[in-house]
């Protein structure tokens, strides 16, 4: 199948971005590249590395840069997005300009319980502070989100499953053309 658009992933740490994106692109066989993974790839450094050296402004412009790069292919890609691509206001117009955006919702708690090694995420280190980080980010995910999928209680092949039925209902996910 292939992609007429680029599709964005967004959610808090521990959604599952990461892994439906990959589920979905291993089923439809389309490509999908997660932003974390590509920005430890381009500067060499773990995310925690670039958080202890830049602290978090130095990543999220690092964020920004790959998020415009990877929404401009020409061939349109699945991309899971860091948990907080949200908090930088310039990263809504490319979600705008570009692509479509699946919001997987998950709770902080259910997140917690789902990571099983947190010191891989800066930003989640407590889960007092995750649940408020949570909560802050919520009408910033709504914000840019074409379509929200709850994640509780659903395994991640239902949710590719589910993510799969929306895009090709909305034209984005298609059979191959050539
Ligand atoms: N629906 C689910 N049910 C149970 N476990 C899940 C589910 N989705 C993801 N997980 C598990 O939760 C952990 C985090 O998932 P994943 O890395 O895909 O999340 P993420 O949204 O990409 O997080 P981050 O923003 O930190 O990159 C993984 O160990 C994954 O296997
Ligand atoms: O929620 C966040 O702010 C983050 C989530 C991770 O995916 C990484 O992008 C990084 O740890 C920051
Ligand atoms: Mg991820």
Redesign the pocket.
């Known amino acids: 199948m292939e992609l007429t658009r680029p599709v964005f992933?967004v959610?808090?740490?521990?959604?599952?971005?990461?892994?439906?994106?990959?589920r979905l692109a291993r089923t439809c066989g389309v490509a999908s590249v997660?932003?974390?993974t590509y920005i430890e790839r381009r500067e060499g450094k773990k995310v925690k590395e670039i958080f202890a050296e830049g602290g978090e402004e130095g990543f999220r412009a690092i964020e920004t840069d790959v998020l415009r790069e990877l929404g401009a292919k020409p061939d349109p890609l699945l991309i899971?997005?860091?948990?907080?691509v949200v908090v930088t206001p310039a990263n809504h117009d490319v979600f705008r300009e570009a692509g479509f955006v699946v919001y997987?919702e998950?709770t902080a708690d259910?997140?917690a319980?789902?990571?099983?090694d947190t010191s891989?995420?800066p930003l989640?280190q407590n889960l007092e502070a995750a649940r408020a980080r949570c909560e802050e980010r919520l009408p910033l995910y709504e914000a840019v989100a074409n379509v929200r999928v709850s994640?509780?209680?659903?395994?991640?092949p239902?949710?590719a499953r589910e993510v799969q039925r929306i895009l090709e209902k909305e034209g984005i996910l298609c059979p191959q053309q050539r």
């Open positions: 992933f959610g808090f740490m521990g959604a599952g971005k990461t892994s439906v994106a990959r997660d932003m974390d899971s997005c860091g948990g907080g997987l998950v259910e997140a319980s789902r990571i099983s891989t995420r989640f994640t509780a209680g659903k395994s991640v239902a949710i």
